[in-house]
């Protein structure tokens, strides 16, 4: 109030009289836009900060009614509000829990923030204004608001794309399931339609020989020729209908086993080296046939609570595959049954050391109708049921190794005591 520019008008009310330079001076250094009113809403003191922040000079403020610097929709109730401070004055936030907003000399909305202290002078109450323009914190806040719900719809899409993805998961393993089955039941028409083809044939030979004896038989013309023939088609016949048949049969069971039933084969406590050596036991008469030897390591004392069905089936197939794939050449081979403990598990090895398979073979052994044999009398069902007995009866897993020249490595790991289906 010392510089003639910043004296205020005539008719602004001076409060603090003499001390008023120091407390202008005191009010210019604050860090925020200072307004000081008189109970009648007039501006007696303003600092460089309020002139910045609503765009007048002092000399435009200085004695006119604070409302000029409230927008429109509460200028009207401004005066009232202002009563209602003054006959209760005490420091508090303006406003708190609305947006409180000034209006700067070019008309724009300024948000604000709004702090009063009541102020006794010689001259009555007064209140001082405090005033923090919110301008970039609102910004701030909108900006981190729209991040918000940009981040909540983006996770929003995430999951539901997640859904989807789960969704289109399932599908697919509904499918996959449906077309191994379906590629199971088309593997097992394929397979039985040659022995039941085979069959009709045999069958309609016989019923055509058994209708040309019985013509011959009523005309009276049955020769002792005619009959020895028949006995000979009807053997023949009857031989190549059950041969079939016993091979039907097989496919069928053996697509039994593939779709594995999962109520079939007991579980039991079992020695594991007693029980391997009672499959072996069973195997002799093919075994006999062959140079080729088994040798058991497996500990005495290893008892498995497990399904020794599903391991008979197991290694049935796996010394079938070795007698039938690993040594064409003829040379006497060697089979490895190893046995053993780690934590919960029990590790078996299977192995020979013969023909081994190529990459591309080991790919795809499991799979149902796999074979290198087709045509000589390999379904390619073998290792498959292996597969699934492991996985599905053991509850457990089977590893393959193999390099062409190098033999053949079968690790099945499964629980000493599988957790009930
Ligand atoms: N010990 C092995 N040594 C070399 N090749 C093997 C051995 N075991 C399996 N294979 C290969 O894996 C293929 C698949 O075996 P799998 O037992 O499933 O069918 P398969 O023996 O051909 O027919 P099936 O067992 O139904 O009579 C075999 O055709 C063979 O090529
Ligand atoms: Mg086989």
């Given at each position: 109030m010392t510089s003639p520019s910043h004296s205020p008008a005539p008719s602004a009310p001076r409060p603090f009289g003499q001390s008023g330079q120091l407390f202008q001076r005191v009010v210019e250094a604050a860090p925020n836009a200072i307004i000081m009113v008189n109970r009648a809403g007039d501006i007696a003191l303003v600092n460089a900060q309020a002139e910045k922040l609503f765009g007048y000079s002092r000399e435009e403020l200085l004695g006119r009614k604070i409302e000029m610097l409230?927008?429109?929709?509460?200028?009207?109730?401004?005066?009232?509000?202002?009563?209602?401070f003054f006959a209760n004055p005490q420091t508090r936030a303006m406003g708190t829990g609305r947006d409180l907003y000034g209006v700067t000399k070019d008309g724009r909305d300024v948000p604000v923030e709004i702090g009063l202290n009541p102020i006794e002078t010689p001259d009555g109450t007064f209140v001082l204004a405090s005033i923090i323009d919110i301008t970039e914190r609102k910004r701030a806040e909108n900006t981190m608001r729209e991040l918000n719900l940009s981040l909540e719809?983006?996770?929003r899409e995430t999951m539901s794309a997640m859904e989807k993805l789960r969704g289109a998961q399932d599908e697919l393993i509904q499918k996959e399931k449906l077309a191994s089955l379906g590629s199971l039941v088309a593997g097992v028409a394929h397979e039985i339609n040659t022995p039941v083809g085979v069959g009709v044939t045999a069958a309609s030979t016989l019923q055509e020989g058994a209708k040309r004896l019985r013509r011959l038989y009523t005309d009276d013309r049955l020769k002792r020729s005619d009959l020895e023939h028949f006995v000979s088609l009807a053997e023949e016949s009857s031989r190549i209908l059950l041969k079939n048949l016993q091979r039907a049969a097989e496919l069928i069971q053996g697509f039994k086993q593939v779709?594995?039933?999962?109520?079939?084969?007991?579980?039991?406590?079992?020695?594991?080296?007693?029980?391997?050596?009672?499959?072996?036991?069973?195997?002799?008469?093919?075994?006999?046939?062959?140079?080729?030897?088994?040798?058991?390591?497996?500990?005495?004392?290893?008892?498995?609570?497990?399904?020794?069905?599903?391991?008979?089936?197991?290694?049935?197939?796996?010394?079938?595959?070795?007698?039938?794939?690993?040594?064409?050449?003829?040379?006497?081979?060697?089979?490895?049954?190893?046995?053993?403990?780690?934590?919960?598990?029990?590790?078996?090895?299977?192995?020979?050391?013969?023909?081994?398979?190529?990459?591309?073979?080991?790919?795809?052994?499991?799979?149902?109708?796999?074979?290198?044999?087709?045509?000589?009398?390999?379904?390619?069902?073998?290792?498959?049921?292996?597969?699934?007995?492991?996985?599905?009866?053991?509850?457990?897993?089977?590893?393959?190794?193999?390099?062409?020249?190098?033999?053949?490595?079968?690790?099945?790991?499964?629980?000493?005591?599988?957790?009930?289906?």
């Open positions: 409230v927008p429109p929709p509460v200028r009207d109730r401004h005066p009232q509000l202002r009563d209602r719809r983006q996770v779709a594995v039933d999962q109520t079939s084969g007991e579980r039991r406590t079992f020695a594991l080296k007693a029980y391997i050596a009672e499959v072996l036991l069973s195997l002799q008469p093919r075994l006999k046939k062959t140079p080729h030897t088994v040798s058991v390591d497996c500990p005495t004392d290893l008892v498995v609570d497990s399904y020794p069905g599903a391991l008979a089936q197991i290694l049935t197939n796996l010394i079938a595959n070795s007698l039938e794939h690993a040594w064409p050449g003829g040379r006497t081979g060697q089979m490895w049954i190893r046995a053993r403990v780690e934590d919960t598990l029990v590790i078996l090895d299977f192995s020979d050391d013969g023909a081994g398979v190529p990459p591309d073979v080991q790919q795809r052994m499991f799979e149902p109708f796999f074979t290198t044999r087709r045509g000589t009398g390999g379904s390619g069902l073998g290792l498959s049921i292996v597969h699934n007995l492991v996985t599905q009866i053991l509850g457990g897993s089977i590893r393959i190794r193999s390099e062409p020249g190098q033999g053949l490595a079968l690790t099945i790991r499964f629980p000493l005591r599988p957790a009930s289906p």
